[in-house]
């Protein structure tokens, strides 16, 4: 069973991919659309060396909510700063001690931490333990480490990497 | 009614787009120019996206789901792409109002 169908959520995401692209839902696209989703990760499953597993399905909704209320917030943060003027900004980076050690988790929180409020990651450590945040204004930098582990970071982990 | 909706989603998503594209005209250090196109072109985009989502699900028969593959591929792909600008940035040493990172800690110095 795990030879033969290696990941069965990217199985999912794939058909449902195909689907989106050609924009129809026919019998024979479900089916070329299921095959696909068969066929692409058995052919690259060496590039996926971890079993991708979300433990908690309602957490991921929940945080899929806050990511969009935040990409929202963020826009309107930074578009007030943009016409405030570059003058008030006070820029800085932040270091964000990472408690997350799967890959994928911590690409999740890079990329959320790129979209939303007046954040962009700029560099993961060697070691995998701290990412560099730019900020472009803050006032309080250990507020916002907070934040971003609180908000962010706690839910991920609960997906991804608690044990049950 | 609809018309008034899809007006006001393509006007928003346009200025959003706008104020994204000033950012990167106005702001003074490469880092926090990094912010416009990534942050407020996002809702920029999604507005417009909606818009089109809603014209042709109402025009045509059928809903039209294109757009939620062009979010999709946005999310994914523009956060990346900052990253990686940003990571390019700290590795030349780019000249930056920002205070860097002080001394001993784990300083972009070493990448």
Same mark, same amino acid.
């Given at each position: 069973?795990?030879?033969?169908?290696?990941?069965?959520?990217?199985?999912?995401?794939?058909?449902?991919?195909?689907?989106?692209?050609?924009?129809?839902?026919?019998?024979?696209?479900?089916?070329?659309?299921?095959?696909?989703?068969?066929?692409?990760?058995?052919?690259?499953?060496?590039?996926?060396?971890?079993?991708?597993?979300?433990? &908690?399905?309602? %957490?991921?909704?929940?945080? /899929?909510?806050?990511?969009? *209320? @935040?990409?929202?917030?963020?826009?309107? =943060? !930074? +578009?007030?700063?943009?016409?405030?003027?570059?003058?008030?900004?006070?820029?800085?980076?932040?270091?964000?001690?990472?408690?997350?050690?799967?890959?994928?988790?911590?690409?999740?929180?890079?990329?959320?931490?790129?979209?939303?409020?007046?954040?962009?990651?700029? &560099?993961?450590? %060697?070691?995998?333990?701290? /990412?560099?945040?730019?900020? *472009? @204004?803050?006032?309080?930098?250990?507020? =916002? !480490? +907070?934040?971003?582990?609180?908000?962010?970071?706690?839910?991920?982990?609960?997906?991804?990497?608690?044990?049950? | 009614?609809?018309?008034?909706?899809?007006?006001?989603?393509?006007?928003?998503?346009?200025?959003?787009?706008?104020?994204?594209?000033?950012?990167?005209?106005?702001?003074?250090?490469?880092?926090?120019?990094?912010?416009?196109?990534?942050?407020?072109?996002?809702?920029?985009?999604?507005?417009?996206?909606?818009?089109?989502?809603?014209?042709?699900?109402?025009?045509?028969?059928?809903?039209?789901?294109?757009?939620?593959?062009?979010?999709?591929?946005?999310?994914?792909?523009?956060?990346?792409?900052?990253?990686?600008?940003?990571?390019?940035?700290?590795?030349?040493?780019?000249?930056?109002?920002?205070?860097?990172?002080?001394?001993?800690?784990?300083?972009?110095?070493?990448?």
């Amino acid at each position: 069973m795990r030879r033969l169908l290696p990941h069965p959520l990217l199985t999912v995401s794939l058909a449902i991919l195909w689907l989106l692209l050609v924009n129809q839902l026919s019998a024979g696209h479900v089916v070329l659309g299921a095959l696909l989703g068969w066929l692409i990760p058995f052919a690259t499953s060496p590039f996926w060396p971890e079993q991708i597993r979300i433990r &908690h399905p309602l %957490a991921l909704m929940h945080y /899929l909510g806050i990511f969009v *209320i @935040d990409i929202v917030r963020g826009s309107f =943060l !930074v +578009a007030w700063l943009i016409l405030r003027g570059p003058a008030r900004l006070r820029p800085a980076f932040v270091q964000v001690p990472l408690v997350l050690r799967t890959d994928l988790a911590i690409s999740l929180l890079a990329n959320t931490i790129s979209l939303t409020p007046g954040t962009v990651s700029a &560099h993961l450590a %060697a070691d995998k333990r701290t /990412l560099i945040v730019h900020t *472009i @204004d803050t006032g309080d930098a250990e507020a =916002l !480490v +907070a934040e971003i582990k609180q908000r962010y970071e706690a839910p991920l982990k609960k997906i991804f990497e608690e044990e049950d | 009614m609809i018309d008034i909706l899809l007006s006001l989603l393509i006007l928003t998503g346009a200025i959003f787009t706008f104020i994204g594209s000033l950012g990167l005209a106005r702001l003074r250090d490469f880092y926090t120019r990094l912010h416009g196109p990534t942050k407020a072109t996002t809702l920029g985009v999604g507005c417009l996206l909606i818009a089109s989502a809603l014209f042709f699900s109402v025009r045509d028969e059928g809903v039209s789901l294109h757009e939620v593959l062009v979010t999709l591929f946005l999310f994914i792909t523009a956060p990346v792409s900052a990253h990686l600008l940003a990571k390019a940035a700290l590795h030349l040493k780019l000249r930056s109002l920002t205070p860097t990172l002080k001394e001993g800690d784990d300083t972009p110095a070493h990448l």
